[in-house]
C-alpha cells in the first residue's frame, strides 16, 4: 500500500482565498483524522471520521473550517476564508479500528505545509 | 483536561551514548501511550505503543516505560546513533475524551 496520501505537500495562498486539503486514507482503514501542526501549539486533533461519519470536530478552531469525507478513499480539509494565523502543518492519518480501544496506531500521510500571506 | 509535556524541548548527545527521553501526562485516565518518531518535513512514524495494563514495550535498540500512576513515561534509546536524529512524539489516548492527545516533542540531535 501507498500509505496515506495527502495532496498538495505545499500550498502558499493570500489571506482571505479558499483552501482546499485532501487526503487518500490507507484502503480498508475506517478511520480518519486531520490534525494541525504549529510550532507554539505542537500536534492538534481538529476532527475525525469513523466510516466516513463525522465523529468529534470540537477540535476545528472555527466555523471556516470545514472537512468531509464523501466515501471511504477521500476526504478534504477546507478554510474559507484563510487567514495567516492558519498556516501550519496539516496532517492526516487513518487507523484500521479505534486507536484508543484496539491499541492499534494510526498511520500519518506526509502532511501538507500552508502558507497564508 | 488532558496535557502532556515532554521534557527537553531539545537534546544533543554524543553517538554511541545511551539516552532518555520523558514524557508526562496529567490524567492517568488512558487506554495507551505511544511514542512517535518525525524527520523533518515528514509524517509521524509509531514506534512503540504500550497499553495501560502493560509497563513496557521494547523494539530494537527503543525501550519504553508506562508508569501510569505517576503519569510518566520513558523512551530509553540504545546506543544511539546519527540516524536516531529526529523529533520524538508522546502521545495518550484519553479515556475521558477518547483523543489522542500529543505532547509538543524532543528533538534530539546525535553527534556524529
Known amino acids: 500500500d501507498a500509505g496515506v496520501i495527502q495532496s498538495p505537500r505545499h500550498e502558499v495562498t493570500e489571506m482571505g482565498q479558499e483552501v482546499t486539503l485532501r487526503c487518500k486514507p490507507i484502503s480498508g482503514h475506517d478511520y480518519l483524522f486531520w490534525y494541525r501542526q504549529t510550532m507554539m501549539r505542537g500536534l492538534e486533533l481538529l476532527i475525525y471520521?469513523?466510516?466516513?461519519?463525522?465523529?468529534?470536530d470540537s477540535g476545528m478552531p472555527e466555523d471556516r473550517f470545514s472537512a468531509k469525507m464523501p466515501n471511504a478513499s477521500f476526504s478534504t480539509l477546507k478554510i474559507q476564508p484563510s487567514e495567516p494565523r492558519d498556516s501550519a502543518v496539516y496532517f492526516c492519518a487513518s487507523s484500521p479500528t479505534n486507536p484508543g480501544l484496539e491499541a492499534v496506531t494510526q498511520y500519518f500521510g506526509p502532511g501538507t505545509r500552508l502558507t497564508v500571506l | 483536561k488532558q496535557e502532556v509535556t515532554q521534557i527537553p524541548a531539545a537534546l544533543s548527545v554524543p553517538e554511541g551514548e545511551n539516552l532518555v527521553l520523558n514524557c508526562s501526562f496529567t490524567?492517568?485516565?488512558?487506554?495507551?501511550l505511544q511514542w512517535f518518531r518525525q524527520d523533518p518535513g515528514k509524517g509521524l512514524t509509531s514506534l512503540l505503543l504500550?497499553?495501560?495494563?502493560?509497563r513496557e514495550q521494547t523494539s530494537g535498540r527503543l525501550n519504553a516505560s508506562l508508569d501510569k500512576s505517576s503519569g510518566r513515561s520513558t523512551l530509553y534509546i540504545a546506543a544511539s546513533q546519527p540516524g536516531d536524529s529526529a523529533t520524538y512524539l508522546c502521545a495518550v489516548t484519553s479515556k475521558r475524551d477518547d483523543k489522542i492527545i500529543f505532547g509538543k516533542g524532543t528533538r534530539l540531535h546525535i553527534l556524529p
Open positions: 504500550i497499553q495501560s495494563s502493560q
Open positions: 471520521f469513523n466510516n466516513n461519519v463525522p465523529i468529534d
Open positions: 490524567d492517568s485516565a488512558i487506554y495507551n
